[in-house]
């Protein structure tokens, strides 16, 4: 069974600061890895999505990377504003023969940027 | 750019009615799924629908039923409700990879 881990749970750093949240799972035979983030009381929103065969997406200040074989994913925001502040949620989605390809979600970091 | 919503952002019914929870996807996606989500345990899977009149069971579908007659439409149906089904409502669609949420639906069950 896929377990998803998010560590930490909660993270408070200054504006400006750049930062590293991760993620790590323990099937390591993937589809792909996905990073959202969630507003307080609202849905989630995709971030970034890396393929298996891939190491890394950037977006804008977002950078994710994958490494499989130590079941392990970070997501890097540089330069933090107080309106990174959320809780992000990594996602992973395992391959199948056929059918549905499961996704377990981690717990989520939630981050706080202070001003 | 794609756009799920959900009937309601917060519901409050009584123990033993019948709620439906409704959700709309209008990307033409196949696979709409329902999760709720709980503090500590993150999401989890209750039922997803991969076409019209289709339908799985994810993780946790004990209490639940789902319907879809169309395709943009997927609606949750909680047949007697219980207080232990208080809980965020998340409903989401994908075409094949990403999956794009709705806002959710916080449900009380009293």
């Known amino acids: 069974k896929q377990e998803v881990t998010q560590i930490p749970a909660a993270l408070s750093v200054p504006e400006g600061e750049n930062l590293v949240l991760n993620c790590s799972f323990t099937?390591?035979?993937?589809?792909?890895l996905q990073w959202f983030r969630q507003d307080p009381g609202k849905g989630l929103t995709s971030l970034l999505l890396i393929q298996s065969s891939q190491r890394e997406q950037t977006s804008g200040r977002l950078n994710a990377s994958l490494d499989k074989s130590s079941g392990r994913s970070t997501l890097y925001i540089a330069a933090s504003q107080p309106g990174d502040s959320a809780t992000y949620l990594c996602?992973?989605?395992?391959?199948?023969?056929?059918?549905?390809?499961?996704?377990?979600f981690g717990i989520g970091t939630k981050l706080q940027v202070i001003p | 750019d794609v756009k799920v919503t959900q009937s309601s952002r917060y519901l409050v019914k009584r123990t033993g009615e019948k709620v439906f929870l409704e959700c709309v996807q209008d990307?033409?996606?196949?696979?709409m799924f329902w999760y709720r989500q709980d503090p500590g345990l993150g999401l989890r899977l209750i039922y997803f629908s991969y076409d019209v009149k289709m339908k799985e069971k994810g993780d946790i579908p004990e209490g639940y039923s789902v319907s879809r007659e169309k395709k943009e439409r997927f609606s949750l149906i909680l047949e007697s409700a219980s207080t232990n089904q208080t809980s965020m409502y998340l409903c989401?669609?994908?075409?094949?990879?990403?999956?794009?949420f709705g806002d959710g639906t916080r449900l009380s069950i009293l």
């Open positions: 099937d390591s035979a993937i589809y792909n």
């Open positions: 990307m033409d996606h196949e696979n």
């Open positions: 996602a992973v989605r395992l391959r199948s023969s056929g059918g549905y390809q499961k996704v377990t």
């Open positions: 989401a669609s994908s075409l094949n990879r990403p999956q794009h």
